[in-house]
């Protein structure tokens, strides 16, 4: 019964530096099936994909346990070309063409047919000319065959993304024992009408016999084509079920559904006042892979906030925005007044204060103490911790006073180290995180905007900091807008959830709203926005 | 069209200022084209041995200094055993090749551990491959190894003289066939090996090999991913790069007759990169007409200068100054250029997929 499985994934399961992504993952693939492969971010789907392509990331990371099989037989996929080898095509969601190589080259790179010559005999095949010819009709023949009219010697620069991801197809189809299409979010980047065109293409080659791997976020779609559906959630598999016995309801709920015993006790004295202390009208924020176009949302004094949503949808994309850290364009009032867009030092000073998701890149010094970390952000938009020397008109530092205020943080938030002097560096994620948070209090924000809190530290650190940003708000009455892809965490956090999709948003919904309707609004359906 | 014309700015502008230096130094026709003819056939070779790496993503090599060393290891060595004429040339050339290989393949894999600062680095090798060549030559030579040939020797017997003549293959390719026309003296040997370069890079290009080459150069990730060992092809890149360096130095040595022993070849980099850069070609980008014609303006700048600094303020030098700034100036131009145009590059890529839903597994 084996040769019947173009593709077998039998219990596979991945870790990375202790943290484990897939977790005893099996799946199937059948000649001639389209097999849809959803799940959340972080579900274990491009961990999976890498394994199956051999990417070094994987084997630089200790590799995994379990087995591939491969047409009946196991597989050992060491390489990007090794999978090939073994008739794995993969279309990637990073475009991997040469812009200035025109189609017929892209197509054929690295596999050129080639004629001997004078040199070619002492040399190998490296020094063969390539025989342009054929490269052109393996191309069109290709091109043809998923309906592409386009010239093959067209140079790729300056042709639509959509055009790319075709071109993409037709290069591993063009590979003579092609049996398996692996397709990373292929529609991502694509219009509706590219779409619907990609989805027929891949139906006919699933025709002819070859098995086709799909991953998506768009459930219509994958309700559209596949024959059987994996639902990947947290590294593990959910369901696999047959198309037949699909709900798009079903699947949504599967995604993202964990059954959460969520504490949320009526807290008494919660100060949220119905007057809002941010409104933000139409921002369009330019942060590469978190585009921002035209969201509005108005923060309640005294709330938290959260935004979800699927990663690249924007949600980074507003706190940065908001921070003028990258482009951007649109209103942003702030307790009553207007803040400038585009002009950092403007929304430090009005009180905004960010913990960034790139803890590392942005947020921290690495190579500096924790004190100097913990105190430069608010020397620089507070003026605190200078001191005057004498009559001069000159401000230094003043050493005692950061170093009383790092004590107290390093105790306050039980900040694990050797002492304020060590640098930041040495910490752990999670130690990292609270410098971070120390150096936002020492801001005193009037609104912090947390970004992936909890991203890359482990569990028991994350309570620690969720519970650290919890008491902020309720104790110092610092209103937060946390933004995570955890919806879990911000559905134990928040008063109100707001999920992004394609950098608007989408819909406000309550965190005890029903698992499906956050998958609905995460996949770009529902959910009216509620103000 | 306005690309076309941005694209040839930089030889076009060369070209006024080579006939407006021409009009105005006031020299002989006849002995502009002699001068140029003989600098063209000497120094067309080295330029052409940077397009290989700047096609394959390595930017300008500055390393084709390593190259011209070995060129001058197996000229000394010639010289040494005082082997006459194109048999000298030859030897040399058999001498210098091996060394260079070794070279080119070391300098590869510094430069693969180097990615994005590849032309630095390429430029600091030449000054430490420089010091061991100095300590071989200035010191070793005589106490380590002999050198039973006084004539290349320093008087005291340690040490090889600064400046080495040449005489034995002094002029060996270059008189092999002469062309007398309209009274100018051509060297064709040269000039048909430099012929046969540039169909061999031109044949380069149409094999698998060259399609590598120009695959890594324009995106190593895509290139692995397609199964491209993209190290190996650098490396390769690199070591054909200085091999024709190494020929190209013998071949420009035997024109010129002496060779400086420690500072012939440390000129080459920056003088052929800036023939190069005057063809216009840029860091990523290099044909071989642009080196042709990069050499031919640049060399024609060389020769009018000094006159046409004379003429116009009264001071030879000043040309020289004039000439030296430019030649200087256009390689740091071109780096700018170059980061500049790569800076507002990489913005337009993340601008133009706007819609792209990246996923992120890893949070380590």
């Known amino acids: 019964m084996d040769n019947n499985w173009v593709l077998q994934v039998k219990n596979v399961s991945k870790e990375y530096g202790g943290n484990s992504v897939l977790r005893d993952v099996s799946l199937s693939v059948k000649p001639g099936e389209i097999h849809a492969l959803v799940g959340e971010n972080g579900a274990g789907k491009s961990t999976l994909m890498n394994i199956l392509f051999g990417m070094p990331v994987i084997h630089e990371t200790g590799g995994f346990t379990g087995e591939v099989w491969l047409k009946g ?3 050992e996929i060491e390489s990007p070309k090794k999978a090939m080898e073994a008739g794995i095509g993969m279309v990637h969601q990073e475009f991997m063409l040469l812009p200035g190589f025109s189609v017929a080259e892209n197509v054929k790179l690295n596999r050129e047919p080639t004629k001997p010559n004078w040199f070619s005999g002492v040399s190998g095949n490296k020094l063969e000319t390539l025989d342009l010819q054929k490269m052109g009709s393996d191309t069109r023949r290709a091109l043809d065959k998923i309906e592409m009219d386009i010239d093959e010697w067209l140079p790729l620069v300056g042709m639509p993304v959509g055009y790319r991801q075709f071109i993409e197809i037709a290069r591993e189809i063009d590979k003579a ?6 397709l990373d979010e292929p529609t991502a980047v694509l219009t509706e009408t590219e779409a619907s065109r990609l989805l027929s293409v891949l139906k006919k080659l699933a025709e002819s016999g070859i098995g086709v791997l799909f991953i998506s976020h768009r459930l219509e779609e994958v309700c559209e084509i596949a024959d059987t559906v994996t639902v990947l ?24 559904g964990r059954k959460i015993s969520r504490s949320k006790t009526a807290e008494s004295g919660r100060a949220i006042d119905e007057g809002n202390i941010l409104e933000i009208r139409d ?12 969201a509005n949302l108005t923060v309640r004094r005294g709330e938290i906030l959260g935004i979800g949503g699927l990663a690249g949808h924007g949600k980074l994309g507003i706190a940065n925005g908001i921070m003028g ?23 430090l000073e009005a009180g905004l204060v960010s913990l960034s998701e790139d803890r590392r890149g942005v947020g921290l010094l690495l190579d500096e103490s924790i004190e100097d970390n913990i105190a430069l952000a608010s020397m620089i938009s507070r003026k605190k911790f200078l001191k005057r020397v004498g009559p001069l008109p000159v401000s230094v530092l003043d050493r005692k006073a950061i170093r009383e205020h790092a004590n107290k943080m390093i105790s306050l938030l039980e900040i694990k180290c050797t002492g304020p002097e060590q640098s930041v560096r040495r910490l752990s994620g999670g130690n990292q995180q609270k410098v971070c948070v120390a150096k936002a209090i020492t801001m005193e924000p009037r609104l912090l905007l947390v970004s992936e809190p909890t991203r890359g530290i482990d569990v028991g650190a994350k309570e620690r900091v969720l519970s650290m940003i919890k008491s902020l708000n309720r104790e110092n009455g610092i209103t937060v807008v946390m933004i995570s892809s955890e919806l879990q965490e911000l559905r134990s956090m928040c008063d109100r959830i707001a999920i992004m999709y394609k950098g608007r948003i989408c819909g406000i919904l309550d965190p005890d709203a029903p698992d499906a309707e956050f998958g609905f609004c995460m996949a770009g359906k529902g959910g009216i926005p509620s103000d | ?19 407006l230096g021409v009009l105005i130094s006031g020299q002989n026709l006849r002995y502009i084209a002699q001068e140029l003819i003989s600098r063209l056939a000497r120094n067309w070779f080295l330029v052409l041995s940077l397009i290989i790496p700047v096609t394959a993503g390595l930017g300008l090599n500055f390393a084709i200094v390593l190259g011209a060393m070995a060129g001058q290891v197996g000229l000394i060595i010639a010289t040494h055993y005082k082997l006459p004429g194109l048999l000298g040339l030859i030897t040399a050339i058999i001498l210098a090749m091996p060394i260079a290989v070794v070279l080119g393949i070391s300098a590869g894999h510094v430069l693969n551990k180097a990615r994005g600062r590849e032309m630095i680095t390429s430029m600091m090798l030449g000054f430490a491959v420089n010091g061991i060549y100095q300590l071989v030559f200035l010191f070793m030579a005589g106490t380590v190894f002999p050198i039973k040939n006084p004539e290349i020797m320093l008087d005291n017997g340690v040490g090889l003289r600064g400046t080495i003549e040449l005489k034995y293959c002094k002029y060996a390719l270059d008189n092999l066939i002469r062309l007398r026309l309209f ?11 430099v012929i046969l370069l540039c169909f061999g890079i031109r044949w380069l290009y149409q094999t698998k090999l060259g399609q590598e080459l120009r695959a890594v150069g324009q995106d190593m990730g895509v290139a692995s991913v397609a199964g491209i060992n993209v190290d190996r092809t650098r490396i390769t890149a690199m070591v054909m790069s200085t091999v024709l360096a190494a020929i190209g130095q013998v071949i420009f040595l035997q024109n010129i007759g002496t060779m400086n022993t420690f500072n012939s070849h440390e000129q080459i980099g920056t003088v052929a990169i800036a023939s190069l850069l005057v063809g216009g070609a840029t860091v990523s980008r290099a044909t071989v007409g642009q080196g042709l014609i990069g050499t031919l303006l640049f060399q024609l700048l060389f020769i009018i200068s000094p006159a046409a600094g004379q003429r116009l303020m009264g001071n030879a030098q000043i040309g020289e100054y004039f000439r030296v700034f430019i030649g200087y100036g256009i390689i740091g131009a071109a780096l700018l250029i170059h980061a500049w145009e790569r800076s507002t590059s990489q913005r337009s890529a993340h601008r133009q997929p706007k819609e792209k839903t990246p996923e992120v597994t890893l949070n380590n």
């Open chain 2, 183 to 193: 009274g100018i003296d051509i060297p064709l040997a040269p000039i048909i090996v």
């Open chain 1, 325 to 347: 850290l990258y482009p951007s364009s649109g209103t942003l009032i702030f307790d009553g007044g207007e803040i400038p867009l585009n002009n950092a030092q403007a929304s």
């Open chain 2, 1 to 19: 069209m306005k690309q076309r014309i941005r694209q040839n700015a930089v030889p076009v502008l060369f070209l006024c200022m080579c006939v």
């Open chain 1, 283 to 294: 921002l369009y924020v330019d942060m590469p892979g978190e585009y921002v176009n035209g």
């Open chain 1, 177 to 182: 024992d092609l049996s398996l299409l692996v």
């Open chain 1, 73 to 75: 037989k196991k597989a």
């Open chain 1, 233 to 256: 959630r947290d590294g593990e598999v959910i369901a696999t079920m047959p198309k037949t016995e699909t709900k798009l309801e079903a699947i949504a709920e599967m995604m993202v």
